[in-house]
């Protein structure tokens, strides 16, 4: 059973900065894509940042800039870290991952629990 934990969430001022990490963890053969989406009360869930197994990365535009998406192979991790914080980037942030289980099984689109990141003006 595959499994998303984020970490890293919380409260900051405008201007600050938080790192979000994310960890896979279960039986898995390979990780093709993992990312980053929030969803903001009453507002859709929208993709924030996504780093692919080659290293390619996308941002939303209201990121570029300011957030910077990697990951650690080695270790099933893939980090957020937001710099230059504003209130609008205030949402539940959720991990999200594409994985292949084995040479038939996958791939497969999995979810974190989501972590909360508040920034206040």
């Known amino acids: 059973q595959v499994q998303l934990v984020e970490s890293g969430g919380g409260l900051v001022q405008a201007g600050g900065s938080l790192r979000l990490s994310c960890a896979a963890s279960g039986s898995m053969f390979s990780i093709n894509a993992m990312g980053w989406y929030r969803q903001a009360p009453g507002k859709q869930r929208e993709m924030v940042a996504l780093i692919r197994s080659g290293g390619s990365t996308n941002y939303a535009d209201s990121v570029k800039g300011r957030f910077t998406i990697s990951s650690a192979s080695a270790k099933n991790t893939v980090y957020l870290q937001m710099n230059s914080l504003k209130p609008e980037d205030t949402a539940l942030y959720y991990c999200?991952?594409?994985?292949?289980?084995?040479?038939?099984?996958?791939?497969?689109?999995?979810w974190g629990q989501g972590t909360q990141v508040t920034v206040s003006s």
């Open positions: 999200n991952a594409d994985i292949t289980l084995s040479a038939r099984w996958g791939p497969y689109n999995y």
